[in-house]
């Protein structure tokens, strides 16, 4: 028997949720379809002005990936709550911030990847510009992680809790305000011919302080959702 | 050697014991006793470090366990009522994972033997959701196998399974204290082991 390292640790609870999520394919692929289909809506309910459409469509974007992200948080500590797993989390002899850090990784590969890597696609149904699109991407890239760490704080703080969906979400949407408008920002910057360096700086910001923070707080969050 | 002082608990506002003082050295059986509601549970898991208690402290080799931190889980293996296995994963899939969350790796050769062990033979590849309580409750137990933690805390280690794992559990708890190893637990069900002389506490 061999003791596990800290990376090691990382990379069990990281590929255990991947190969968890794809026996039960459902759930991911809810959040992703959930995406495409409410940025889908807008172009068919505002009608086709080309103009309008540019216009909105980042916030629109990323307004869906915010609720798309809501989806999910429920479940990412509330299986292993409910089945005793995450008392044994709890036991483990690493630092629980580092186990929660990895939840979180998980949880965006599953949740937030997805996201990005179809919204230049859904991009294309609002006539955004090959540019815009770029900056898109990048947003979401930077954005989406912060997004699973601050909903990771909220589901370990609902743990257990009746109606926990919904209190998240109530919890959790305000924190992300920040990220959604220098997100969205960032898009709009480049369409209008601004430099998006300075959003996307600011949002690379939230990340590095999200990083720091958010594994820390939640691990201690779970600590008193479990006692 | 696990020594508690003066402890002291409480779930929501009832408080279940206070001033509960005892000692577990090595090689030492401690059976907690009491009815439905009294607490066992909650000693359990005060002593897993899950609760913090309202008064007194659980010492570990002498130090506070909340001084320990991170050092102190790797010394124990805690069984709930919980199964805490995924109904989505095979039966060694999951040993694996709840190894590596003890903090240790098991080649698949270990670990399919201590599966074997606990009577599972032929079952090791199957997904958990298709085997009965009792078989799952065994695919939890196998953890026990496959670990160095010289502390056990077992609670209701006995739920669901049948004469036979019962007569099972008896020898691996034997083994283990034979190996210097202690063992707390509850149970509703008659545990003896042969040759070692069970403590009790009864909270009332």
Redesign the interface.
Known sequence: MTKLSMLDLLGLVVRRDLMLAMRRRADVLTTLIFFVLVVSLFPLAVGSEIDMLRKMAPGVVWVAALLASMLSLGRMFSADYLDGTLEQMLLVPQSLSMLVLSKILAHWMLSGLPLVLIAPVLGLQFDMSGEALLVLVAALLIGTPVLSMIGAFGAALTLGLRGGGVLVSLLVLPLCIPVLIFGAGAVTAVTSGVSPASNLSLLGAFLLMSLLFTPWVSAQALRISME | MLEVRGLACARGEQQLFSNLSFDLSAGELLQVQGENGKGKTTLLRAL?G???PLAGQVRWQGQNIRELG??Y??E?I?L??????????NAL?NLR??????????SDS?AIAALRRMGLRGRETFPVKVLSQGQRRRVALARLL?S?APLWILDEPLAALDVGAVGLMQSLIGEHLAKRGMVIFTTHQPLEVAGVPTRRLILS
């Open positions: 897993c899950f609760i913090e991170e050092d889980p790797g124990l805690y709930g009522h919980l199964n805490a296995i995924k109904d989505e994963l899939e994972i709840s190894c590596g969350l003890a903090g240790s790796a098991v270990v496959v160095n």
